[in-house]
């Protein structure tokens, strides 16, 4: 398996011969480049950083890594007194149906070891 060192040099490398390409064709090449540049530098830190979601972040009908419950599919919603309700069935089939304010630092994209 790559290592998030090897990937990051792979695009550093990628960037570095792309940003030193200096005849009008490539000019054109460059700027569609950058946007592909950009993709993979996000893809490196979703697959190998794993910072806690936001609310802001959490989709419905996705599943989430909740410390408190393990796996969970997650759907969230908001009430007008900012609390967050969330319906969610984990990897055991139980189901658990909360009002509860959002914590912090709860819910991962990928299992926390």
């Not at 993979?40 to 979703?46: A, G, Q, S, T, V």
């Not at 304010?101 to 926390?112: D, H, M, P, T």
């Amino acid at each position: 398996m790559l290592t998030k060192e090897e990937c990051t040099k792979a695009l550093d490398n990628i960037t570095l011969e792309v940003s030193t390409m200096d005849n009008e064709d490539t000019r054109l090449i460059e700027s569609n480049v950058d946007v592909e540049i950009n993709l993979l530098d996000d893809l490196i830190k979703e697959h190998f950083d794993n910072p806690p979601l936001k609310f802001e972040e959490l989709e419905d009908g996705e599943w989430y890594w909740c410390e408190a419950y393990g796996w969970c599919l997650m759907n969230f919603y908001e009430d007008l007194h900012g609390k967050i309700h969330y319906k969610a069935n984990t990897v055991l089939d139980n189901e658990i149906d909360l009002l509860v304010e959002f914590e912090e630092n709860r819910f991962y994209r990928k299992q926390v070891e």
